[in-house]
């Protein structure tokens, strides 16, 4: 069986699961958020363990961003029933991060000592403190109405990539098109015609539904075409950065993919890597129109 049949298979699969997951209630919502980040987050430890000697950090890593993720949950408030808590995220990080040095200071020797340390505590830095951020784009009850901002950013870098990587063989010899290399070192398969092919996609995609929908109505923010059109240059840029992020990981760590868990796609850090960086910063974008209004 191809590849493109496997990934197709497993897309067929796994889509409507996902999906079921978010229209069904916010139990499930946040349980789907912390099992992706921790897997993640289990994905990248034992990437970087692959580089620096060290103890096995992979339940730490998974433990630790799922309590991240669980933090900002609790930081907004609303979540099962239960009030906001002031300063969850930061008291919730500060454990972690001792609990890392101390792992550091004890297993790891000292010319490994700071390059092990912060490849690992990356982990939860990342999925967990700024991916996890994800979470505040979702609501209680049962219904899409209450995750429309967190499907339009994970359906925007689907399309982005699908778009991308479809075009980029398309115009791959094709004409003036021919084939660029858009970060070779880093992803030889990626080109300039697929980025730029799936940026103009995922901008249009983003736009429309950020002006025209209710998309974006939990954070109380009017959507003018400008915004819009920003909105959707800060999802693909991010996206696309997300994912060279963790093409350099893997390339660095010597990984073809980070993980097995969706066959013929690779683990969560391959699927998801777009969406932890574009996410969070589509959050905090709205958050700052939202205080200029």
Known sequence: MSN???????????????????WFSDYSRIGLMC???????????????????GPDTRYLSFASSLALTLAWTLSKGGYFGLPAVPYVVGMTFLVIFAIYIGVAYAKVEIDHL??????????????????????????NGQGFEHCYAFILVMTS????????????????????????????SISPKKTWEGSVAGSIATIAWV???????????CFSVEIDWTRAVILGMLVTVAGQAGDLLMSALKRWSGTKDSGNLFVGHGGVLDRCDSFYLAAPALYLLMDFFKNIA
Request: hydrophobic share 60%; net charge positive; proline share 6%.
């Open 4 to 22: 493109l049949a496997q990934r197709l298979i497993t897309a067929f699969i796994a889509i409507p699961i996902v999906f079921f997951l978010l």
């Open 114 to 139: 700071f390059p092990w340390l912060v490849m690992q505590l990356g982990a939860p830095l990342y999925v967990g403190l700024w991916g996890g951020m994800n979470v505040l784009m979702m609501g």
């Open 207 to 217: 736009a429309y539904w950020a002006k025209c929908s209710a998309a974006l109505s």
């Open 35 to 53: 099992f992706l980040a921790g897997v993640g987050a289990w994905e990248w430890a034992g990437m970087a363990s692959k580089m620096y000697k």
């Open 157 to 184: 870098v689907w399309m982005c990539d699908t778009v991308a990587y479809f075009f980029g063989k398309f115009a791959a010899g094709r004409g003036p098109f021919g084939r660029h290399p858009f970060a070779p």
